[in-house]
C-alpha cells in the first residue's frame, strides 16, 4: 500500500493564480481531510470528508474548495492564490475502528506552496 | 466550537521523563489522540484514549480525565530521537488539533 500521496511536494504561484493539490489513499478509508501547518500554528483544519459526495468546512475554510468524488480522492483547489496561503498543506485519511471515532489519521507528505 | 490548550515547548534531559499536557473544549468529545511529527514532517499517530484512565504504548503512555477535560502524554527514558513536536486532537467529524508542544531532548 502506497498510503496516503499527495501532489506536487513543492509549489510556487503567483497571486491570483489557481491550482489544483492532489491527494490520494488506497486504504479505503472513508474520512479525509486537509490542513494546513503555519509556523507556532499547528494543523488547522479547512476541510473535510466523511464519504464520497460529502463534505464540510473546518477551521479555516475560506479561499479553499474541495470535492469528493471518489472515496480515494480529495483534491483541495486554491480559486485565487494569496501570499496568506503560503503553508504547508497535509492531507490525511482515516476510518472508524470498532464503531469509535477516527482515532488514527495517516498523514500524506505534505505539499510545500510559496505564494508570491 | 472546538478548542485545545497545551504548552507550546517543553526541555528535558535524556533518560528523564516528560510530561505533555492538553486541555480541550469540545461540543461533543469523541476521544483525544496524540501525534508526533520531525522536522516538519509528516505528523504520525501515537496513541488514543476514548476512556477514561492509562493507555500504554511502550515507553510512551497516555492519560485522560473527561471530568476535568484533560489528558496527557508520557514520555519515559527520553532519547534524542523523541526531540519532536507533540499534538493532541479531539473531535467526531472535525478533527482539531492542539497548536504542538516542541520537546527538546537535551544530552
Given at each position: 500500500n502506497a498510503g496516503v500521496t499527495q501532489t506536487p511536494k513543492f509549489q510556487v504561484l503567483k497571486t491570483g493564480q489557481s491550482m489544483t493539490l492532489q491527494c490520494a489513499q488506497d486504504m479505503n478509508h472513508e474520512y479525509m481531510s486537509w490542513y494546513r501547518q503555519d509556523p507556532g500554528m499547528g494543523l488547522r483544519l479547512i476541510h473535510y470528508s466523511v464519504g464520497a459526495g460529502i463534505t464540510d468546512q473546518g477551521e479555516v475554510p475560506n479561499g479553499y474548495n474541495v470535492s469528493r468524488s471518489t472515496t480515494e480522492d480529495f483534491p483541495l483547489r486554491l480559486l485565487s492564490a494569496a501570499p496568506s496561503q503560503t503553508s504547508v498543506y497535509f492531507c490525511a485519511s482515516s476510518t472508524r475502528v470498532d464503531g469509535r471515532s477516527y482515532n488514527e489519521q495517516f498523514f500524506g507528505p505534505g505539499t510545500r506552496l510559496t505564494v508570491l | 466550537g472546538q478548542s485545545l490548550e497545551q504548552p507550546s515547548e517543553v526541555t528535558a534531559v535524556e533518560g528523564a521523563i516528560v510530561q505533555i499536557n492538553c486541555t480541550y473544549q469540545t461540543s461533543g468529545f469523541y476521544g483525544l489522540s496524540w501525534y508526533q511529527q520531525h522536522d516538519g514532517g509528516a505528523p504520525t499517530f501515537l496513541s488514543y484514549n476514548g476512556l477514561d484512565g492509562l493507555e500504554e504504548t511502550g515507553r510512551f503512555s497516555s492519560f485522560l480525565s473527561r471530568s476535568d477535560s484533560y489528558g496527557y502524554l508520557l514520555l519515559q527514558?527520553?532519547?534524542?530521537?523523541?526531540s519532536a513536536s507533540y499534538f493532541c486532537r479531539c473531535g467526531g467529524g472535525k478533527l482539531i488539533f492542539g497548536q504542538g508542544t516542541e520537546l527538546s531532548v537535551k544530552p
Open positions: - | 527514558e527520553l532519547q534524542m530521537k523523541d
